[in-house]
């Protein structure tokens, strides 16, 4: 099975402007994991789509959204870009279980001038 | 509210060696999963050992094993025999009760020959 992908890998953007990411989960994985990933701040959840529906929503402000498609491919925008969104953003797909366990793409950088 | 410490930013071993990551955590869940993931240098995060926290027996997966202690929430993560390879960020982390991961600040292993 093919893992997590992530497009664009690097990006780079200046301020006030805005970008879309996106993330195709592993066959068959039904919820797709948005988190931000900065030296001061960590990992950060976002949200989490599962079945087309936003389920969960982590602590950032509303510049951040996302999308999930029928084929669970999933986007994340964010508007009016700042210095700090500066990150590398991963997405993570998982398979409805006990476990939870999250499969993670590769991230994609996203540098903000 | 869930929290993750992990209070050794930094950690190196020499190859062959056995290492002990610290984590510790804050939940009001009675059951509930806790995962370990290594990035290693620009490369996705994978997930190296889980662990539940009815089940008394510690997880071990080849090398890792984990030292799980519920009543003291503690879960740290041994590495034996380690490898250059060992060399990443290795996170603990928590679901929530939406299944967002809590992670900590993570601690940077380096392996040296």
């Known amino acids: 099975k093919a893992g997590v992908t992530q497009t664009p890998r690097y990006l780079i953007k200046t301020r006030g402007q805005q970008v879309t990411l996106s993330c195709s989960p592993i066959s068959g994985h039904r919820s797709v994991s948005w988190y931000q990933q900065t030296p001061g701040q960590g990992l950060q959840f976002l949200f989490e789509y599962f079945s087309e529906t936003q389920r969960n929503k982590g602590n950032f402000p509303g510049r951040f959204s996302g999308r999930q498609f029928s084929n669970s491919r999933s986007e994340m925008n964010v508007s009016t870009l700042e210095l700090g969104d500066s990150a590398l953003y991963l997405c993570?797909?998982?398979?409805?279980?006990?476990?939870?366990?999250?499969?993670f793409g590769p991230g994609t950088r996203l540098t903000v001038l | 509210a869930q929290t993750v410490t992990q209070s050794q930013p930094e950690m190196s071993v020499q190859e062959a060696e056995t290492v002990t990551l610290s984590c510790t955590y804050d939940t009001s869940e009675n059951n509930y999963y806790l995962f370990w993931y290594k990035q290693p240098p620009s490369r996705q995060m994978i997930l190296v050992i889980r662990q539940e926290a009815y089940k008394q027996q510690n997880a071990t997966e080849n090398r890792f094993s984990v030292n799980f202690q519920k009543a003291a929430k503690s879960f740290s993560l041994k590495i034996s025999d380690s490898q250059l390879g060992d060399t990443a960020m290795y996170f603990c982390?928590?679901?929530?009760?939406?299944?967002?991961?809590?992670f900590g600040k993570g601690t940077s292993l380096l392996v040296t020959p």
């Open positions: 982390a928590l679901p929530n009760s939406g299944y967002a991961l809590n």
């Open positions: 993570a797909s998982r398979v409805e279980s006990s476990y939870n366990e999250q499969f």
